[in-house]
Nanobody, 138 residues
Framework: EVQLEESGGGLVRPGDSLTLSCAASGFTFGNRDMTWVRQAPGKGLEWVSAISTRFGFTYYADSVKGRFTISADNAKNTLYLQMNSLKTEDSAVYYC???????????????????????????????WGQGTQVTVSS
């Protein structure tokens, strides 16, 4: 059984840092595109970052580039997201997810503006965790 379990969310102030973790099991973690996706209240899904766990390539949305760092520990089957210089607009539920088949770019385009409930209802959109809440507020 595939499981993705996020942790590390919380309430922080603008400018603070936070590190999210995603423990994965039930699939070959070291040969996947692993991603972080977020959903703010009243908004659709927004892709944040991705990493090829096999090759180490990393990708970031413009909104987080230079502030967030994605990494993966293949020995621990764990994905991380180091978030620095947090802003109020970073407040959202953060999900760990991995596509099943589609090229990463196509998958990112497909999930854009969908809801978490919609993507977990269909196997086509890959595997998703249950999310961890990040709130950035003064």
């Amino acid at each position: 059984e595939v499981q993705l379990e996020e942790s590390g969310g919380g309430l922080v102030r603008p400018g603070d840092s936070l590190t999210l973790s995603c423990a994965a099991s039930g699939f070959t973690f070291g040969n996947r595109d692993m991603t972080w996706v977020r959903q703010a209240p009243g908004k659709g899904l927004e892709w944040v970052s991705a990493i090829s766990t096999r090759f180490g390539f990393t990708y970031y949305a413009d909104s987080v580039k230079g502030r967030f760092t994605i990494s993966a520990d293949n020995a621990k089957n764990t994905l991380y997201l180091q978030m620095n210089s947090l802003k109020t607009e970073d407040s959202a539920v953060y999900y760990c997810a991995t596509p099943l088949r589609a090229p990463l770019g196509a998958w990112v385009a497909n999930i854009a503006n969908m809801s978490y409930q919609d993507v977990v209802a269909k196997a086509d959109f890959g595997y998703w965790g249950q999310g961890t809440q990040v709130t950035v507020s003064s």
